[in-house]
């Protein structure tokens, strides 16, 4: 499966579509020091298959390209991080 990764403005979103249906998303707002991550979802279809974890993943590979501090304000998302201390350094 394969995480896309779209940018409008200020907001993005890391997510999975298969045949035009949006099956997981992480979003997220950003600034010139930070991206707030928002809102993570998984389908159903996909629940126990790890994606909830490799939307963070994606997330906090791009914080780290982009010199950003990463703010987790969904409880899914800060969970993830706070469990994965090699995710710790974005915060």
């Given at each position: 499966m394969i995480i896309k990764h779209s940018e409008e403005g200020d907001n993005g979103v890391f997510y999975i579509e298969?045949?035009?249906?949006?099956?997981?998303?992480?979003?997220?707002?950003k600034d010139?020091?930070?991206m707030v991550v928002d809102h993570t979802q998984v389908d159903e279809s996909l629940q126990g298959k790890n994606?909830?974890?490799?939307?963070v993943e994606?997330?906090?590979?791009?914080?780290?390209?982009a010199n950003l501090r990463m703010v987790p304000v969904c409880e899914f998302a800060?969970?993830?991080?706070?469990?994965t201390k090699k995710f710790?350094?974005?915060l």
């Open positions: 298969e045949n035009g249906q949006l099956l997981a998303e992480m979003t997220y707002q010139n020091e930070s994606v909830g974890f490799e939307l994606k997330g906090v590979e791009y914080a780290r390209e800060k969970a993830v991080i706070e469990k710790q350094d974005v």
